[in-house]
């Protein structure tokens, strides 16, 4: 028995230290582009973000925030928000539905589904 939790728990540690979480797979720049809109955001190790919105090219909305990843869920609440409408304080999560080297695809509370890509 101790011969196995510790087998799990060297798993564990070698997988974090080779950035294998799928935490560790959501940072980087991801960009989502559909019909005139593009979401462009950075996530941070440090589980903080950036996002950008732009409508036909031009800035729409800015925001910072922090972020979680708890199962499946990642959980969001921003700290600074450029738009009146979605003020500092709101929170939103996102089902992840598939995460690679190259895309993420997060189902929205509204149960449509995103592709974002890796920004290059």
Same mark, same amino acid.
């Given at each position: 028995?101790?011969?196995?939790?510790?087998?799990?728990?060297?798993? /564990?540690?070698?997988?974090?230290?080779?950035?294998?979480?799928? !935490?560790?797979?959501?940072? %980087?720049? =991801?960009?989502? #582009?559909? $019909?005139?809109?593009?979401?462009?955001?950075?996530?941070?190790?440090?589980?903080? /973000?950036?996002?950008?919105?732009?409508?036909?090219?031009?800035? !729409?909305?800015?925001?910072? %925030?922090? =972020?979680?990843? #708890?199962? $499946?869920?990642?959980?969001?609440?921003?700290?600074?928000?450029?738009?009146?409408?979605?003020?500092?304080?709101?929170?939103?999560?996102?089902?992840?539905?598939?995460?690679?080297?190259?895309?993420?695809?997060?189902?929205?509370?509204?149960?449509?589904?995103?592709?974002?890509?890796?920004?290059?």
């Amino acid at each position: 028995m101790r011969l196995g939790l510790f087998a799990l728990v060297s798993l /564990f540690v070698v997988s974090s230290v080779r950035g294998d979480s799928v !935490a560790d797979q959501l940072v %980087g720049h =991801w960009q989502y #582009s559909e $019909k005139g809109l593009t979401a462009d955001y950075v996530i941070k190790g440090d589980n903080t /973000f950036t996002g950008h919105l732009y409508h036909q090219g031009k800035a !729409a909305w800015h925001c910072t %925030g922090k =972020w979680t990843l #708890s199962g $499946k869920t990642i959980n969001t609440v921003l700290t600074r928000s450029s738009a009146e409408q979605i003020p500092a304080g709101t929170k939103d999560r996102k089902v992840l539905v598939e995460v690679t080297k190259d895309y993420c695809r997060l189902q929205n509370q509204d149960g449509s589904i995103w592709k974002y890509v890796r920004a290059p």
